[in-house]
Every structure is written in structure tokens, then in C-alpha cells.
């Protein structure tokens, strides 16, 4: 792993244990129906990406820094703003995230207006903060098929239980065009050769003894003669999704307008996409299970081409990753895995990664960090290309 990632595996546990617990965003104020809450996350990542037969590259960099303030003037109406100073784009020095506001006056129903997340992928739908591996999967990575937040509206409710969630959601959501990926983008944070279209998805989740939420990792409760919420200790649910998306075409940037045909061999503008999700989760006991199945598929403007996903003008991806882990009492050390693939229409193999994961928590996902190793084989679908990336990750929520 070389000297420098052993010493910053040291330096960041040496952090960790000094850090003090930390609370989940800060009320600043509230009185009379008027509340102001403030919050972040840092996320302090080191990578190294050994390729097989190639010369190793790492680097470090905040891959998260995010603040939010959110708040409300009214008992029915709650806004909040995020914004990401780790991830720029292009020239831009900060990226939009959440930016909403809800209304809450329904009972069991919430209207979302703004930048959301769209409800599609139980893996993207479970916050980056508290994932049991560094990185998202194939499943939730809005560079393979996973939409991104969108620009509109979204509903999310529940029956009385709260044994089955739902959200449909509406709006724009752009693709940023690359004949390796599907590429979903808000709107917001536009690069201006992006395609423009309009994304409808729903999803459904069943929770049979309970609700229960995505956050991964099974914390052992410290005293078992207290019930749980809910009212049971070992939980599972699954869930059911689909979107379409479709170009709108007033930005094809890479389709000539005469013969229809793209004009670049490394970018092509989509003129559709649709997708399905199942998936299942599981939690009790310390230990943590996530299942999920997703199919995307696409066609791009041009329908003859062909290159990198692409055959035809059109292709599939299926993608799958089972991923789990088990928290040792204490609630101090976690072990987790994950095996997932993607495979595309025009891949000569199916791209595999198989990982193992060692967190270390000092105040559950508040304050905690996190070693992960990836091993990649036939990465985007070239047979025998080979990498294996290595993860160090110090988080801090506040």
C-alpha cells in the first residue's frame, strides 16, 4: 500500500480518537413555528488506483464538504440548502445539492419543491454519510444509469403502520453525454453541452415488521430492555422502482442536425433511458444486508451508433451488488463486503468488483473511518484490464 498510506491510515486514527461526539445538524433557533438548523459533513478521502501492468496513482482531497442550512417560518413549510465545496465542476467552485422546500401540512404526505433526489436506487437513495463502503456501487452511481437529483416536484408518503412507503416524483434532469456511461445530472449545476429532458420515476418499499431505514450498519443497542422503535429489533424490507427519462432535444450538442448522425467518437447525445429496481434489505443482530438488482436501458440519438456501452444506438445494463456487514458489540468495529457487477451491451466481459471494508466508528456515522479495497476485474468491460483501488475515508457530521 506504501508508506504514505500506512501513515495516513495512522494520522486519521489518531484524529478519529481524539474527536469529540458529534450531533446531526444544529438548531440555532426555535420559537413560534420558526426553527433555523445548520449542518455538514466532511469526508477527507485518500486513493490509490493500482492498475494491473500500470504505474500506480493516489491523491488526497476532500471528497465531500458539504454545509447545509435549512429551516421554516411556518409548522407547514420547511426549506433546506446544500451546497458541496468538495466536488466542483468545470470552472465552477461549488455545486448545488439539496435545495428544496416542503411542504408538511398533509398528514402522512410531504411535497417536495426544487433539487431532490429521484426515487430510484436503494443504494443512491441511502445517504453518503452512511454507507459501509467508501464509494457507492454500480447500483447507485449516477455515472451507470442511477438518476441524480432532478429539478421539480416529489410526493412522499406512508400508510398509518408505516410498513409502506412511497414517492413518485417529476422534473428535469439533464445527462452529461460520454459513450462510456449513462450520466444523469441536475439541472442545476449544468455544463452546458449536457442533454436536456424530463425524468417521471415512483418507487414502492414494503416493511413487514416495521419501518426501516437505508442507513447501512447494525448498531447493537446498549440496552436491551428498551424497545426498539417500531417494536422490533430485526428488520427487513424491499422495495420496487422505475423512471423514464426522455430528451427533450433542445441541446444535442454532439448530433448533427442534418443526418442525425453523432459527430464525436467519445461523446453521444441519449435520446432515452428507462429503469427498474428490486431490491431488499435486512438489519438485526449487528449484522447488515443490502440486495439490489437494477436494468437499465438506452438509446442513443443517432441509431447507428456504436462505442463504448453502445451497440446499435441502444443498450442494456444490468447491474447487481450484494453487500453486507457485521458490527461487533461495542459498536466500534465493523467488517463489510461487497461483490457487484455491470454489464453493458457492447462489453467483451462483464466489469466485476469484489470489496472488504474496515470501519472504525467513534460516534456511530457521526465521527468514523473508513478503509476499503476494491478489486476490479475487466473494468468497463475490456476483458483482463484489471485495478484495484484502495479507500481511506475520515468523516466528520455535524
Not at 431532490?116 to 464509494?135: A, D, G, H, I, W
Not at 447507428?304 to 468495529?333: A, C, H, V
Not at 470501519?359 to 476499503?372: A, M
Amino acid at each position: 500500500m506504501g508508506k504514505r498510506f500506512m501513515a495516513l491510515i495512522l494520522g486519521c486514527a489518531l484524529a478519529a480518537s481524539l474527536a469529540p461526539p458529534a450531533h446531526a445538524g444544529i438548531v440555532v433557533y426555535d420559537k413560534d413555528g420558526k426553527k433555523l438548523e445548520i449542518g455538514g459533513r466532511l469526508q477527507l478521502q485518500y486513493l490509490r488506483v493500482d492498475p494491473d501492468g500500470g504505474e500506480a496513482e493516489d491523491d488526497l482531497f476532500f471528497r465531500r464538504l458539504r454545509p447545509y442550512v435549512a429551516g421554516s417560518v411556518t409548522e407547514s413549510w420547511w426549506g433546506k440548502i446544500q451546497f458541496d465545496f468538495g466536488k466542483s465542476l468545470d470552472g465552477n467552485e461549488v455545486a448545488v445539492k439539496d435545495a428544496y422546500m416542503q411542504y408538511r401540512g398533509w398528514k402522512n404526505v410531504r411535497l417536495s419543491i426544487g433539487n431532490t433526489k429521484t426515487p430510484f436506487s436503494r443504494e443512491y437513495l441511502t445517504s453518503s454519510k452512511r454507507q459501509q463502503t467508501v464509494e457507492r456501487g454500480f447500483v447507485g452511481d449516477h455515472n451507470f444509469g442511477s438518476p441524480d437529483r432532478l429539478l421539480g416536484l416529489k410526493l412522499a408518503g406512508q400508510n398509518e403502520s408505516k410498513k409502506v412507503t412511497y414517492e413518485v416524483a417529476v422534473g428535469a434532469e439533464h445527462v452529461d453525454p460520454d459513450v462510456r456511461r449513462i450520466d444523469f445530472d441536475t439541472p442545476v449545476n449544468n455544463a452546458g453541452d449536457w442533454n436536456e429532458g424530463l425524468i417521471v420515476a415512483g418507487r414502492v418499499d414494503f416493511h413487514p415488521r416495521g419501518y426501516m431505514k437505508f442507513d447501512q450498519g447494525d448498531f447493537h443497542s446498549t440496552d436491551t430492555s428498551v424497545p426498539p422503535k417500531g417494536g422490533k429489533r430485526n428488520k427487513f424490507n424491499f422495495s420496487l422502482a422505475a423512471f423514464s427519462w426522455t430528451n427533450d432535444d433542445d441541446n444535442n450538442t454532439y448530433t448533427d442536425p442534418v443526418t442525425g448522425l453523432s459527430t464525436s467518437s467519445s461523446k453521444v447525445d441519449l435520446d432515452s433511458a428507462e429503469g427498474f429496481e428490486i431490491s431488499a434489505g435486512l438489519r438485526g443482530k449487528g449484522v447488515s444486508i443490502d440486495v439490489e438488482y437494477d436494468l437499465i436501458s438506452g438509446d442513443t440519438v443517432d441509431p447507428t451508433f456504436t462505442g463504448g456501452i453502445w451497440r446499435g444506438g441502444s443498450t442494456d445494463l444490468d447491474k447487481f451488488q450484494i453487500e453486507g456487514g457485521y458490527m461487533f458489540p461495542g459498536n466500534r468495529w465493523e467488517l463489510a463486503g461487497r461483490w457487484q457487477f455491470l454489464d453493458a451491451d457492447n462489453y467483451q466481459d462483464a466489469w466485476e468488483a469484489t470489496e472488504v471494508a474496515l470501519n472504525y466508528f467513534l460516534n456511530k456515522h457521526k465521527v468514523k473511518v473508513q478503509l476499503t479495497y476494491r478489486m476490479g476485474e475487466n473494468v468497463f468491460g475490456v476483458k483482463g484490464d484489471d485495478i484495484d483501488t484502495q479507500f481511506l475515508q475520515f468523516q466528520y457530521v455535524f
